[in-house]
């Protein structure tokens, strides 16, 4: 079975840190770019960062870049977001997703999310 499966979320307080993981099953995460994206209650969702399969260079977006690390270990088949200096804008149901060619073409499978939620 193809699965992607987020962990690491939680309540954390502003200014703290969490790192999310994203491990595939059913599937070599290898061949493929691997995103993640967040959605908060009435907003869009919005991509945060991809990282390629070809040389594993790193995309965010302006919202995230100099805080959120993306990274991956095809050896354990899982992708990284390191989340720092968390504020409470960054509130939301955070989830990973992958898809083949250019980091800018559409998901093609993605998994249910894990709540990351900053709050003192």
């Known amino acids: 079975q193809v699965q992607l499966v987020e962990s690491g979320g939680g309540l954390v307080q502003p200014g703290g840190s969490l790192r999310l993981s994203c491990t595939a099953s059913?599937?070599?995460?290898?061949?493929?770019?691997v995103h993640w994206a967040r959605q908060a209650p009435g907003k869009e969702r919005e991509g945060l960062a991809c990282i390629s399969n070809s040389d594993a260079r790193a995309y965010y977006a302006d919202s995230v870049k100099g805080r959120f690390t993306i990274s991956r270990d095809n050896a354990k088949n899982t992708v990284y977001l390191q989340l720092n200096s968390l504020r409470p804008e960054d509130t939301a149901v955070y989830y990973c997703a992958r898809n083949r060619g250019s980091c800018f073409a559409p998901f093609d499978f993605r998994g249910q999310g894990t709540q990351v939620t900053v709050s003192s």
């Open positions: 059913g599937f070599t995460l290898d061949v493929y770019n």
